[in-house]
């Protein structure tokens, strides 16, 4: 499960367009999506046609610390049709920040609410309200990846590097946070003035932007009117288009933030077993020998196929072991002959007789 939100303290950039449409695109392409309208004003709600104010559960419900009000964030889930659902906005939501201003740990409530998830969900959407407060935060907080859309103008960038700081926030206090890339809005590349601006904000965000670009188009704004997402409206219009080719680059910068985190947990597991392994080297010079075997406490005394040493073009066979400290009996096998380690001088007897090379870690 992906947690995408989207957020710019900007008005009029496509913000609550974008969640609304790439959610429905998603939906469409098989994944299963779940979209959180954040915003006290429910833009993202009327906007798939829900009128919140005749709701008697949203998300207000779920982040309230009210205990008669207070409902599971499954409770509250509408479902809109195939692959997409939504958990309303209210203008309650407003209140929230006020009413949580003494909760410990309060900026984690929306993670927590996503995380009590029963269902299985392969995309979450946040559309957030257009400010920097606390709700904002708290999406953020939860998020995988953080799109911000800016709308073609002198205006876009205004306010972006507050929203970045909110993400360095996130990072210095959990020390993760999400990645962030903009999108181009409202784009009309007929005009010098759109292209000029086009090239600011891809210059602003450099390698962190989507290529898609999102052009003006009127069929996204008659979409929201009915209600629906653009490609319900018109799946060949080039709004429809554009946030089908966004939902693919989505598609695929999670699959690249999947393979992030598991490479980054894979290096901490690692980590810490180098911290309880201790690497062992064992040699042997043997250039006549067609099959040299280590055999000792720490593998059951097997020779196979494992645990067969490797040989050098010198004659030396070889290989290296992760062993737990501790103290271990071993010897080599060559060719069916039990041999001491020429290298070890520490031995110890062996319960079958004689002696047995000994290896103290």
Known sequence: MRVISVANQKGGCGKTTTAI?????????????????????????????????????SMYNVLTRTDTKR??????????????????????????????????????????????????YDFIIIDCPPSLGFLTFNAIRASHLL?????????????????????????????RAPKVKGLITVYDKRTKYGKKMFHEINRYFKDNIFNTAVRA??????????????????KNSRGAADYMSLAEEVIIESRKLFLDDFYKEAEGFMADIGTKLKAQTFTLLAPEANNVYIVGDFNNWEANRINRLEQMPDGTWEKRIALKPGIYKYKFIVD???RNDPHNSK???SKFGGLDSLLVI
């Open 336 to 338: 069916g002959e039990w």
């Open 347 to 349: 031995t110890a007897p």
């Open 71 to 120: 409902k599971r964030l499954s409770e509250i889930t509408l479902h809109l049709w195939e692959n997409l659902s939504l958990a309303a906005g209210h203008i309650l939501l407003s209140t929230i920040e006020q009413e949580l201003r003494n909760e410990e740990d309060a900026i984690a409530i929306v993670y927590r609410a996503i995380d009590s998830l029963t269902a299985s």
């Open 217 to 234: 188009n009127v069929t996204l704004r008659e979409a929201a009117e009915r209600g629906v997402p653009a490609l319900k409206l018109d």
């Open 21 to 57: 449409n790439l959610a429905g695109s998603l939906a469409l392409k098989g994944y299963n999506v779940l979209l959180i309208d954040l915003d006290p004003q429910a833009h993202a709600s009327f906007g798939l046609g829900i009128k919140t104010d005749q709701l008697d559960r």
């Open 147 to 175: 799109i911000v859309p800016l709308q073609c103008c002198s205006l876009s960038l205004m306010g972006v590097g507050k929203l970045i700081n909110m993400v360095e926030l996130v990072q210095l206090k959990l020390q």
